[in-house]
């Protein structure tokens, strides 16, 4: 397993660098996640499939991404009823050649946008000023990772829990 370093961010509204990008469309379904952060999802990201499995919250987080096939979703999809997310992904390039990921979130959770950024290290992670337009800081917010927003039919009803 790898360590994957990221910062999560809640975006008034999706940056209209996102205009100039073709996104990726995702579906991705839990098979599997647990109070303690660990979970096992499925995605599709337009013909890529894969499996992944992760461990804790926060900052720093254990994860272990495996291709898979088609006809292996398809198998396992339906598996993930009541428990799937679609969003629409933007990849943006920022400073010291990070990737910033825009999710603008679809039906239920229509409205909802976050931008995370991944980080080499610890210490790079800490470093970086994000910029005023990225919003409200939500990296550790269990609220705001994707298998506890299944728990909100709505984006009015995340703002509330808040």
Known sequence: MKN????????????????????IMLKQGYLAAEPNGSEVRIRKADR??????KHGHGLERLENEI???????????PS????RIHKARFHLSMQNKLILEVDQYL????GLVIAEIEFRGIDEAHAFIPPTWLGQE???????????????PTIDDLRKAL
């Open 4 to 23: 994957e370093i990221e910062r999560k961010f809640w975006l008034a509204h999706l940056p209209t660098a996102c205009q100039q990008v073709e996104p």
């Open 107 to 110: 039906e239920p959770l229509k």
């Open 48 to 53: 890529t499939f894969t499996l992944t499995v």
């Open 80 to 83: 993930t009823q009541k428990r």
């Open 67 to 77: 291709a898979i096939t088609q006809e292996q979703f398809e198998t396992l999809w």
């Open 138 to 152: 939500v990296t550790d917010i269990p609220l705001f990772s994707n298998k506890n927003l299944l728990r909100f």
